[in-house]
């Protein structure tokens, strides 16, 4: 499997930024969203079940971050409204096949090259 991110760039503080994901292979894949700044550890932002039935998300990123798919177009979308400086990281999309939990870096098996997002204040 092979992901593809885009989406990354400039944004101002209080903006938005959509990314995107699209994977090749089958669709029956769970996606998920990773973030890592500079000097930190890479963190859990968003994953969505292959059905895109269930959703997860970082508790601090509720409300600002919406994760959705597109089967059809084997893609996966990163929805980031009121973006804060601290939102600023290399994101990461990844994907899984087996039944591990979808919060955890562990589980993914296939990531994406990831895509540079800087929130200026």
């Known amino acids: 499997v092979q992901l593809q991110a885009s989406g990354g760039g400039w944004v101002q503080a209080g903006g938005s930024r959509r990314l995107s994901c699209t994977t090749s292979?089958?669709?029956?894949?769970?996606l998920g969203w990773f973030r890592q700044a500079p000097g930190k550890e890479r963190e859990f932002v968003a994953a969505?079940?292959?059905?895109?039935?269930?959703?997860y998300y970082a508790d601090s990123l509720k409300g600002r971050f919406t994760i959705s798919r597109d089967n059809a177009k084997n893609t996966v979308y990163l929805q980031m409204n009121s973006l804060k400086p601290e939102d600023t990281a290399v994101y990461y999309c990844?994907?899984?096949?087996?039944?591990?939990?979808?919060?955890?870096?562990?589980?993914?098996?296939?990531w994406g090259q990831g895509t540079q997002v800087t929130v200026s204040s």
């Open positions: 990844a994907a899984k096949s087996n039944s591990l939990g979808m919060i955890l870096r562990s589980s993914y098996d296939y």
């Open positions: 292979g089958r669709t029956f894949y769970d």
């Open positions: 969505i079940k292959w059905s895109g039935v269930s959703k």
